[in-house]
């Protein structure tokens, strides 16, 4: 009976559902959101697209944004995450109205 290895996207997407979120909930409380738990699964979920689809530039909806520009604030925590989900950071470049 052979044992299939684990892909590094399962992996990464292990990773994903593990890692600790509650110190940026906890800024966004705050801040007076509301939906934190929402924002939460919404921007696992735009990040999980980000692990299936490495190629592709994927832009996140404006409430996932918000939580995104939080979550950058903390350097630390993000770049902890960048690492140890993503194993790269994942620079965030806004989208300008022309």
């Not at 292990?14 to 509301?34: A, K, V």
Request: hydrophobic fraction near 30%.
């Amino acid at each position: 009976m052979s044992h299939q290895q684990p892909t590094p996207t399962d992996e990464q997407l292990q990773r994903l559902r593990e890692f600790d979120l509650s110190r940026i909930n906890q800024q966004l409380r705050n801040d007076g959101y509301e939906n934190v738990e929402e924002l939460e699964a919404k921007f696992r979920r735009f990040i999980k697209v980000i692990i299936e689809n490495p190629d592709s530039e994927i832009s996140p909806s404006p409430e996932v944004d918000e939580y995104w520009h939080k979550f950058i604030l903390d350097t630390r925590e993000y770049q902890q995450f960048c690492d140890e989900v993503l194993g790269q950071f994942i620079h965030h470049t806004p989208i300008l109205d022309s």
